[in-house]
Nanobody, 124 residues
């Protein structure tokens, strides 16, 4: 089993920055894939981006390119989502997800493990 725990959410003003963390524990492999999704009130959960654990390659949804950066610290088994220039429409619960092997995907069904999420609220 793999456990994911997000942290770092909170309230921030528009234009501000926030960094979310996703701590991974349990059974892990060097090739596992991590992704970030978000779900705003009344909307479906959407893909934010992903990173391959071994190579550090990153992939982003178009709406966050240039503002959000995904990274990881293999020694700490932790992934990060750095969010800059935040907008009120970025308000959502942010989830990290993982899959033990395989290429990146923007689809929820691809990921085997999920965290419980962390709330991000951006005030105008």
């Amino acid at each position: 089993q793999v456990q994911l725990v997000e942290s770092g959410g909170g309230l921030v003003q528009a234009g501000g920055s926030l960094t979310l963390s996703c701590a991974v524990s349990g059974r892990t492999f060097s090739s596992h894939l991590m992704a970030w999704f978000r779900q705003a009130p009344g909307k479906e959960r959407e893909f934010v981006g992903a990173i391959t654990w071994s190579g550090g390659n990153t992939y982003y949804a178009d709406f966050v390119k240039g503002r959000f950066t995904i990274s990881r610290d293999n020694a700490k088994n932790t992934g990060y989502l750095r969010m800059n220039s935040l907008k009120p429409e970025d308000t959502a619960v942010y989830y990290c997800a993982a899959r033990l092997q395989g290429p990146e995907s923007p689809h929820e069904y691809w990921y085997e493990y999920w965290g419980l999420g962390t709330q991000v609220t951006v005030s105008s």
